[in-house]
Structure formats: structure tokens, C-alpha cells
């Protein structure tokens, strides 16, 4: 049995080189992060049992019937977060609007804004499928002691001094970069502590998994439908192996410890994609670059591309080096 002995705590106490910007703050910060997964984990953990599964009845900003859990998982980080006053602002898929929080003092001089995903692949918590929590973490760009401004929220990817996912799955995992690689966590239930369980993650170079929604394959752009021809060859290595669980959390995990390639491509109804890009596509190509691996848009680095809406949308390839390469050979 593998030791694991080195709790995330320990670890963010360890490794001053976690924090290049501010040690005590961002530390606290994800602290606060990770007691609200661990909120979160015990709530979703109870679906079944109790009355949490299924739908509120309202609809977020982009047009998505919330579910209960939704609407819990979102109350437990806006909350933890406000009541640590360890943040100036907030962006949340559930909320139309970005959150500012003033502080005891209306004078809030905290550093940091969150972009955050509460829960990610939602329709999957009624057939018990993992779903998790995406966050993204930056400085704040207006002066601090000013309330925080939606330019807080526009920057580049590239900006991000952090950004991980704590996934319900089997386990409960938290894995996060602070730019300095990429390293896994997995919570103890019993005691209520997250040991660190994949130091150093790497995406493997290749690999011989796609993941795609490919029932939407008649309306994907002719470069796709070529690229999902080439997958299935019968030429060097493959056919490759195709899975799809529809929580990206789950889908771009596999694909960061397996190898492979994770695609969310444009098509006729839908322009830009689904995929959310402050909160659900810059997150994951920070982790992605951070563990050797590349995130695009099928033509250009996500993390380059200057957000102009806090919700907008953005075309996702994300994996193996040398497979989400090819893939953009194809998009040309
Ligand atoms: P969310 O549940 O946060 O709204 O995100 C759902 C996203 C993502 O998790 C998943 O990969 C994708 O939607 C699935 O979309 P399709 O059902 O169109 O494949
Ligand atoms: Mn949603
Ligand atoms: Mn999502
Ligand atoms: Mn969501």
C-alpha cells in the first residue's frame, strides 16, 4: 500500500515556492477552497438518501435548469469565501452577475478574485457519475480598497496565479498549480483530510483516447469530421479508444493521467462551443501546460485569448502534446 502521509496542509506550509506572489494569502485562500470541497463532498455524498438530486426550478444565465446541488455547491464556496474575507470577488457559473464583496469595512483589500465552476457536469449527479468544483484565481487588476470591476475578471489565462478541481468521483480529489506543476490530493473521508496522492503530475505525450460529444458530429466543422475520421483509422496505433463521461472534470482528468485528447469543437448551432472559458477552459489549460500538456481553441494557446464576456463560451482541445497538435493540423 502506497504511504501517504504528506497532507495538503502540511504541503502548502512545506513549499514557499507554491506562492511567488503572496504566501499568506493565497494560501489561505485555498484553504478556504479546500474546506468547501471537503462541504460540498459531504453533501453530494448524501444523494439518494436525502432530498438533493433533481432540478430547483430556475435557469442560470446561459440558459441551464440548475439543479439542487448546483445551487448548494455554489452557496457553500461563495460562502466559505465571503466569511474568510479572504476574497474581493467572484465569478460564478450560477450567478448572472460577478459578485463584490465589500469587506466589514466596504474597504475589502483582499488581492485575489475567483473564477469558479461550484459544480461541473451537473446532469451527471442523478446517475451518480462524478461531477466537481473547477476554480481559477487571480490578482486583482483595480486598486485595492476599491470595490473589484468586471476588468478583474477579464484577463488572460496566462494571469492566473492559480487554478485546480476538487472532483467527487470515487474519491474525492483536489488537484491544483500554483505554476510550479501540478500535484493531486485525495481526502480521507474518515478524518477529513486530503493527502497528496499524484506529486508531479505529467501528461503522457500520447496516448489512445479521444474525448468527444460525438452525437453532435453532423454539426461540426468540416476539420473536426476530419480529425474524428483520422482517430478512427485503422492505421499505426489506431483506432484510439473513445470515452466520454460528459463531466468535463472527469473527462480532462483521465485524459491528464491516461494521455489523450479532450474536445469540445464548434458546431453549426453553437459557434463558440459550450465550454465556459474563465471558468471552465482556463483553468484546465493552466493544469494541462503545468502537467506537459496543451490546451487550444483548435488554432491558438486558450491562455492567450483576452476574455471580452464573464460567461463567454470558447472551442476547447486539451490533452497530449503530440495528439492535440494533430488534431490542430486538421482545423486549418
Ligand atoms: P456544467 O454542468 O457545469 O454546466 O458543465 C457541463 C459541461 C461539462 O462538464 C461537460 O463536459 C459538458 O458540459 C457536456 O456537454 P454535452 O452534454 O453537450 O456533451
Ligand atoms: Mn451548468
Ligand atoms: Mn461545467
Ligand atoms: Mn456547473
Request: with cysteine; aromatic share 10%; glycine share 10%.
Amino acid at each position: 500500500m502506497p504511504n501517504r502521509t504528506l497532507t495538503l496542509g502540511e504541503f502548502l506550509i512545506d513549499r514557499p515556492e507554491e506562492f511567488e506572489y503572496d504566501n499568506a494569502e493565497l494560501g489561505q485562500l485555498l484553504n478556504a477552497i479546500r474546506l468547501a470541497g471537503k462541504v460540498v463532498s459531504h453533501e453530494i455524498r448524501k444523494a439518494g438518501l436525502v432530498d438533493i438530486t433533481g432540478t430547483i426550478g430556475s435557469t442560470n444565465v446561459q440558459g441551464e435548469e440548475q439543479k439542487k446541488l448546483d445551487v448548494f455547491a455554489n452557496e457553500a464556496f461563495i460562502n466559505t469565501l465571503t466569511n474568510r474575507d479572504i476574497v474581493c470577488g467572484i465569478v460564478s457559473e450560477e450567478n448572472d452577475e460577478m459578485i463584490s464583496i465589500s469587506g466589514s469595512d466596504n474597504r475589502n483589500r483582499n488581492k485575489y478574485v475567483v473564477v469558479m465552476d461550484p459544480l461541473d457536469g451537473s446532469s451527471n449527479i442523478d446517475v451518480n457519475i462524478t461531477v466537481g468544483t473547477i476554480f481559477g484565481i487571480y490578482r486583482r487588476v483595480s486598486p485595492v480598497g476599491t470595490p473589484v470591476t468586471e476588468e478583474d475578471f477579464l484577463q488572460p489565462g496566462n494571469l492566473q496565479v492559480a487554478a485546480g478541481f476538487i472532483a467527487y468521483g470515487t474519491s474525492t480529489m483536489m488537484v491544483y498549480t500554483t505554476g510550479n506543476g501540478v500535484n493531486g490530493f485525495t481526502l480521507n473521508p474518515a478524518i477529513g483530510t486530503y493527502y497528496l496522492s499524484h506529486p508531479n503530475i505529467q501528461v503522457p505525450t500520447k496516448g489512445n483516447i479521444y474525448s468527444v460529444n460525438e452525437g453532435g458530429y453532423v454539426h461540426f466543422p468540416q476539420g473536426v469530421k476530419n480529425y474524428i475520421k483520422y482517430v478512427q483509422q485503422e492505421e499505426e496505433d489506431r483506432p484510439y479508444t473513445s470515452r466520454y463521461v460528459g463531466s468535463m472534470v472527469a473527462d480532462v482528468w483521465r485524459t491528464i493521467l491516461l494521455g489523450g485528447i479532450y474536445f469540445y469543437p464548434p458546431s453549426t448551432g453553437k459557434p463558440d462551443g459550450k465550454l465556459r472559458l474563465l471558468y471552465e477552459c482556463n483553468p484546465f489549460a493552466f493544469l494541462l501546460e503545468q502537467a506537459g500538456g496543451v490546451a487550444t481553441d483548435g488554432t491558438q494557446r486558450i491562455l492567450d485569448i483576452k476574455p471580452t464576456d464573464i460567461h463567454q463560451r470558447m472551442p476547447f482541445f486539451g490533452g497530449s502534446k503530440e495528439m492535440v497538435e494533430k488534431a490542430m493540423t486538421f482545423m486549418k
